[in-house]
């Protein structure tokens, strides 16, 4: 299993940036995909970006395309975000597939967009 930690959350104006990272820990050798999903109140967690080690590839919503920037350093897993907008407001999880299939969540990051 793979134990993740999110921060860097919080509150940001429009247009702003912000950057969230992930820190995982446990089997992170065993680690396939690792990505950003995001939920509001209501609705359903949605992916944000996603990336793959074996291919190596990158996956991001087309609502935040151009905008965020998904990296991994070792067992980090960053998200640059900007030209934040109100939109973007939601709980932020850090997710990672394992080479058993495995899924793992982080407990999430408050990211507030104030226009």
């Known amino acids: 299993q793979v134990q993740l930690v999110e921060s860097g959350g919080g509150l940001v104006q429009a247009g702003g940036s912000l950057t969230l990272t992930c820190s995982a820990s446990?089997?992170?050798?065993?680690?396939?995909?690792m990505g950003w999903y995001r939920q509001t109140p209501g609705e359903a967690r949605d992916l944000v970006a996603l990336?793959?080690?074996?291919?190596?590839f990158t996956n991001y919503a087309g609502s935040v395309k151009g905008r965020f920037t998904i990296s991994r350093d070792n067992a980090n897993l960053y998200l640059q975000m900007t030209d934040l907008k109100p939109e973007d407001t939601a709980v932020y999880y850090c997710?990672?597939?394992?080479?058993?299939?495995?899924?793992?969540w982080g407990r999430g990051t408050q990211v507030t967009v104030s226009s």
């Open positions: 446990g089997n992170v050798n065993s680690v396939l995909f």
């Open positions: 990336m793959g080690t074996a291919p190596l």
């Open positions: 997710y990672a597939v394992d080479g058993a299939r495995t899924t793992s």
